[in-house]
């Protein structure tokens, strides 16, 4: 099959009220599990991405599955902004507010060098507070965001508002 035959949103299963009521979760594990939807997820998301960027940030935990894959094929490295206690170098954090409650995101302090460029990458977009999170984390490495690239967004959320100084690409999008 080639890539452009797949429709991606085929492959996206909804479980209402996961992880809680009033969540409709976005579950990409049946893309993941398609060869060839999988593969096509990526050469899309490459389409999206600069030529010449240095590494692509993939923010835990899926956004790992999809970063790693992108890094290969788009032959650069890949550096994970990991949930608190996680990374084992020294790192720097960041605090941000969730719907009930707190979170933190960290990335080691080595990851990147000043005037790096970045591909951020996530599965999915929704209110935007951890990619917005992830952005501040790059640059404060010195580093530059290329663009962040996600495999979903949830327009309505608008997410996308946070990120109003890099460009945002999502290959799949929900309206309501
Ligand atoms: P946000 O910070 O609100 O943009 O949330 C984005 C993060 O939460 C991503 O890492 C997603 O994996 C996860 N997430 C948020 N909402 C959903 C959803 N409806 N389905 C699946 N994952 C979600």
Known sequence: MTTTAVNLADYIREIPDFPKPGINFKDVTPLLADGDAFAAAISQMACFVE?????VVGIESRGFIFGAALAQQMGVGFVP?????KLPGRVHAIEYELEYGMDVLEIHRDALAAGHRAVIVDDLLATGG???STVQLVRRLGAEISSCVFLIELDFLQGREKL???????MIHYAG
């Open 51 to 55: 030529s010449g960027v240095d590494a």
């Open 81 to 85: 902004v990991r949930k608190p206690g």
């Open 130 to 132: 951890t990619a917005a």
């Open 164 to 170: 109003q100084d890099v460009p945002v690409h999502s």
